[in-house]
């Protein structure tokens, strides 16, 4: 049973920080990629960062430069540094492993942790 559990979310000041995990268990954390999506109301679900295994990172423009993933693979952990943070970057964010041969392709989410950004 593959399980994604995030934590780390809040109320946060503009200009404030967060940092988001992502806990997983039941899969071979090492050998997969690893992303950070987030849902605004009215909105699509959006492709904020990536990490490939080998540590790669790919981010969204909307928040390079002020968000920072990484993974900590002896933990089984993904986290998300997010700085600067604007009013815009209100929303759900979601933990995600991509389908791959590794999950015999099959794409896992977790719950989501809300992150709000407000004065």
């Known amino acids: 049973q593959v399980s994604l559990v995030e934590s780390g979310g809040g109320l946060v000041r503009p200009g404030g920080s967060l940092r988001l995990s992502c806990a997983t268990s039941?899969?071979?954390?090492?050998?997969?990629?690893m992303g950070w999506y987030r849902q605004a109301p009215g909105n699509q679900r959006e492709l904020v960062a990536s990490?490939?295994?080998?540590?790669?990172?790919n981010y969204a423009d909307a928040v390079k430069g002020r968000f920072t993933i990484s993974r900590d693979n002896a933990k089984n952990t993904v986290y998300l540094y997010m700085n600067s943070l604007k009013p815009e970057d209100t929303a759900i964010y979601y933990c995600n492993i991509p389908p791959s041969r590794a999950t015999g392709g099959l794409s896992y989410w977790g719950q989501g942790t809300q992150v709000t950004v407000s004065s």
């Open positions: 990490i490939s295994s080998g540590g790669g990172t």
């Open positions: 039941g899969i071979i954390f090492s050998i997969g990629a």
